[in-house]
């Protein structure tokens, strides 16, 4: 009976979900030809088929010819690409940032990597977050095929395969590699605080905690060594807290805390030495060509804590490293934040206060950033307003909150011949809306782009070739293996062992005078009954003698050397 009743769940288990699917091969059909339908209507056409007048592709000819060197994007995709209508970014206005946005799988990841080389092939570094691994492809030659090339011969793009100069980074060695690490005291309390999201009475303690390290001359290296500290001073180093001033045992308990979750997101593997020096970032091959510097970030998504400690640190390390240098002719270094949502999730008011100040002056230094992210609304908007280039990929508006975006990134856009709302939902992959800053600092003509093809591989590098790399690489000697140095986990272990002994000591020492006093009074005792049972009689001289001042100190330092706690 069992398993006839079991037949037969199994038997409508199956029924249920051959519905299921028909059910939704249903509701796909229905979708695709709601999207026919739409797509031949003559709106729709109209709009997306040929958008631009003959005017307005001259405006977009004359506003990407600039005069000096530039970077190509693509062509100008009007009805059909138009490969005399370049469409292009000037290489000098890649430290005024820029923003590549676009839903998942419309091709921001190859707009990226396509910078990438083009920057390594004009001798600019570059530094780019490999979320995915997808971007180890530059080091390897790309594949040519029919497709690729029929699409590369209708833009304009003599298209060749190159493999380009790659160092492979992980954060601690977590990965395949050259390890980064950095010491909790150059990060400083200011930074830190920012990462830990502390308020401002918790920040000004953590100062002080710090400048207390310096005073004591304890190395804070990793995050063992300031959580040894906060331990040390919110227990026996309690005197000390008080000394300090201002710093109460509830808030050293509070960053205690907060500094224990941030370990168990995975910092301490980044924490330590040999701490990593950024201006290894800014290198060049031996043929001029610059080094494309990959960060591989497992498991990103679930750090983002760490993803963010990271980048501020190295922000905040070149910019006070880096001298002044004004605008010049291209950039001394890139940098591509790829997720950069990540970035800003759960950021506090003074973490994105910092984030918008680096961003307005580390142009000044030579140094570009551009963030990669799903929807301009991930970023701030005073960090949006910062970004002189934008490459748009395809945006959805499947739900209200999604045209709502929609609309607000339309209205950001300079006046075009575009229903850049129609466009920027229908743009296919491969394809982008595009606004750069001109060479006279001006925006140029929104122009519909089909983006141009890597040279490099679009699928990511074999891992054996990568490991190669690594293991041949210049940089791994120097930060290869991880440094455990004497600090001030060490120190304040020393000092509480002192601690320790110095408090048995005392109480050996007070046992052993009460027990010289015990032998005191007991010897004070004998005498007074020896002196009343015999008043006549003289004294023993022995007994005389322990009874003497001169006796009792002898006595008391024979007792101590008894108990080990004779003073030397």
């Not at 693509?74 to 059909?80: E, R, S």
């Not at 990597?113 to 492809?137: C, H, M, R």
């Not at 980074?169 to 150059?186: C, D, E, H, M, W």
């Not at 909150?401 to 075009?416: E, G, H, M, N, Q």
């Amino acid at each position: 009976m069992s398993d006839e009743l079991a037949q037969a769940q199994a038997a409508l288990e199956a029924a249920r979900k051959a519905q299921a699917e028909a059910e939704a091969r249903i509701a796909a059909f229905e979708a695709e030809r709601q999207r026919a339908a739409a797509a031949a209507s003559p709106e729709t056409v109209a709009s997306t088929a040929a958008p631009l007048d003959e005017v307005a592709v001259d405006a977009v000819r004359a506003g990407y010819a600039f005069d000096g060197p530039a970077l190509e994007l693509g062509a100008l995709l009007n009805g059909d690409p138009d490969p005399e209508a370049r469409v292009r970014i000037p290489l000098a206005m890649l430290n005024r940032h820029a923003l590549i946005a676009g839903a998942t799988g419309t091709g921001k990841t190859k707009t990226l990597q396509l910078l990438a080389e083009q920057l390594s092939s004009a001798g600019v570094p570059v530094f780019a977050a490999d979320i995915k691994g997808d971007l180890s492809g530059v080091a390897t030659p790309g594949e040519p095929d029919s497709t690729l090339l029929a699409r590369t011969a209708g833009i304009g793009q003599a298209w060749e395969p190159r493999a380009f100069p790659v160092e492979c980074f992980s954060l601690g060695g977590r990965g395949i590699g050259v390890p980064i690490r950095a010491t909790v005291l150059s990060f400083g309390p200011t930074l830190l605080a920012k990462v830990l999201g502390l308020n401002a009475t918790q920040e000004s303690s953590l100062a002080v905690v710090f400048a207390y390290a310096d005073e004591q001359q304890l190395p804070l290296l990793d995050l063992e060594d300031l959580r040894e500290l906060l331990l040390w001073l919110t227990g026996d180093g309690k005197p000390e807290l008080r000394r300090l001033g201002g710093v109460s045992t509830q808030t050293a308990g509070v960053i205690l805390r907060e500094l224990t979750a941030f370990s168990e997101q995975g910092a301490d593997v980044f924490f330590g030495e040999p701490e990593f020096d950024p201006q290894d970032l800014l290198r060049t091959s031996p043929d001029g060509s610059g080094v494309i510097s990959l960060l591989e970030l497992p498991d990103v998504a679930s750090q983002p804590a760490l993803f963010s400690t990271f980048l501020m640190w190295l922000l905040a390390d070149l910019f006070e490293d880096l001298p002044e240098v004004g605008d010049l002719d291209k950039p001394k270094l890139v940098f591509f934040f790829d997720e950069a949502h990540l970035l800003f999730r759960d950021a506090s008011k003074d973490f994105l206060a910092a984030i918008v100040q680096t961003v307005r002056l580390i142009r000044s230094k030579g140094v570009g950033i551009v963030f990669v992210t799903q929807s301009p609304k991930d970023l701030p908007a005073d960090v949006l307003a910062q970004l002189g280039s934008r490459i748009q990929h395809q945006l959805r508006a499947h739900t209200p909150d999604d045209a709502k975006a929609l609309r607000a990134a339309v209205r950001t856009y300079p006046t075009s011949g575009y229903d850049l709302e129609a466009v920027l939902t229908s743009l296919g992959i491969g394809e982008a809306v595009v606004t750069v800053m001109g060479e006279r600092g001006a925006p140029t003509p929104v122009a519909w782009t089909r983006m141009r093809a890597p040279q490099g591989s679009m699928d990511p590098s074999p891992e054996a070739a990568l490991r190669r790399a690594v293991e041949s690489s210049s940089l791994l000697g120097r930060y290869g293996t991880a440094v455990d140095r004497e600090s001030a986990r060490e120190i304040l272990q020393v000092r509480l062992r002192s601690a320790e002994e110095a408090a048995q000591r005392a109480r050996e020492l007070a046992e052993a005078e009460a027990e010289a006093a015990r032998l005191e009074r007991e010897a004070a005792s004998q005498r007074g009954r020896s002196r009343g049972r015999s008043s006549d009689r003289s004294g023993s001289p022995v007994t005389d003698f322990i009874g003497s001042r001169t006796g009792q100190t002898i006595l008391r330092e024979i007792v101590r050397g008894v108990f080990g706690n004779r003073r030397r």
